[in-house]
């Protein structure tokens, strides 16, 4: 069974970092695209950034140049390191992996607040 498991979510300070992770396991996890999404109560879900089987890395806008996508294809897992966090950063923020088929994770609450 594929197995998509996010943590590092939490409570966070405005200005503030949070690593998050992504574990997966029954995939061929070298040869997905992973994304990590995000998806606060009342909006709709967003990318927040992409990496491919090549390392190649895309953001959406409003996290450019704050946050990184990296991969460990040797732990086969997925991160977000996020920097300068913002109030409006605060979601649920899951794992996705895509190579034909759509994986997804369960999810992490990342909130950011003084």
């Known amino acids: 069974q594929v197995h998509l498991v996010e943590s590092g979510g939490g409570l966070v300070q405005p200005g503030g970092s949070l690593r998050l992770s992504c574990a997966a396991s029954g995939i061929r996890f070298s040869f997905y695209d992973m994304n990590w999404y995000r998806q606060a109560p009342g909006k709709q879900r967003e990318l927040v950034g992409s990496?491919?089987?090549?390392?190649?890395?895309e953001y959406g806008d409003s996290v450019k140049g704050r946050f990184i996508i990296s991969r460990d294809n040797n732990r086969n897992t997925l991160y977000l390191q996020m920097n300068n966090l913002k109030p409006t950063d605060t979601a649920v923020y899951s794992c996705k992996a895509r190579w034909g088929q759509t994986f997804w994770g369960q999810g992490t609450q990342v909130t950011v607040s003084a």
């Open positions: 990496i491919d089987s090549e390392g190649r890395t």
